[in-house]
């Protein structure tokens, strides 16, 4: 998804008058953000003009602060359209439990925001599981490449998309295994990447079990 908002840090006068400069790519969100932005306890302002917001601090917080929670409030207010898809993929999984209840469990620690690499984990194995079941095998998802590149092919999938689609769950392994599984280096936007992945890759397994 692409980025909603973006913020540029401003002085005033003097380098003692920092504000944020906050850019809102769809301006009819304005007058909502406006609410939600001055009830955030570091703001003193959010002053609307155009397409962004001059956003004042309130004291005792820095600009830093300011900055931190006005992005932590953006970020949760555009989430609602990626929620709204995980909702949909959600659904559609409803004959495979166990794939569906680790799925909903990465959900509501994605939404909440308090345990990223626990997020990552769930995804990993709701996929996991869904493949055991689709490939009606208990191969862990490292060992799935070759059981699904069968799978692909008695679909009708051409072996130069079989073959994309298999490199692509070989570097989501790696990145699995290399960082969530230990917990490390976990960056923000690597997450949303993986979040991403996940949706794709659950969507077109599904797509192709309806056929």
Not at 62 to 84: A, G, H, N, P, W
Not at 89 to 103: H, M, N, P, R
Not at 143 to 165: D, H, R, T, W
């Amino acid at each position: 998804m692409a980025k909603m908002y973006s913020i540029e840090r401003r002085e005033y006068w003097s380098e003692t008058n920092p504000y944020l400069k906050v850019y809102i790519r769809k301006t009819e969100d304005m007058q909502e953000l406006q609410i939600k932005l001055e009830a955030l306890s570091s703001v003193k302002r959010a002053n609307p003009n155009k397409d962004y917001f001059v956003v004042y601090n309130r004291n005792p917080y820095t600009i830093s602060e300011t900055q931190k929670e006005v992005e932590s409030c953006l970020d949760k207010f555009y989430d609602r359209e990626s929620l709204d898809e995980l909702s949909i993929i959600s659904e559609s999984l409803d004959w495979y439990d166990k794939a569906k209840s680790l799925f909903e469990s990465g959900c509501k620690k994605y939404k909440s925001r308090n345990d990223l690499r626990g997020c990552l984990d769930d995804f990993r194995l709701s996929l996991e599981l869904l493949l055991k079941e689709i490939l009606h095998n208990e191969r862990t998802l490292d060992n799935q490449l070759i059981p699904l590149n069968q799978y692909l092919a008695e679909k009708g999938v051409s072996s130069e998309i079989s073959n994309g689609f298999r490199h692509f769950l070989d570097c989501y392994n790696k990145y699995q295994n290399n960082h969530v599984k230990h917990n490390l280096n976990i960056a923000k936007n690597d997450a949303t990447i993986i979040i991403e992945q996940t949706k794709s890759l659950i969507n077109i397994l599904m797509k192709l079990k309806g056929e």
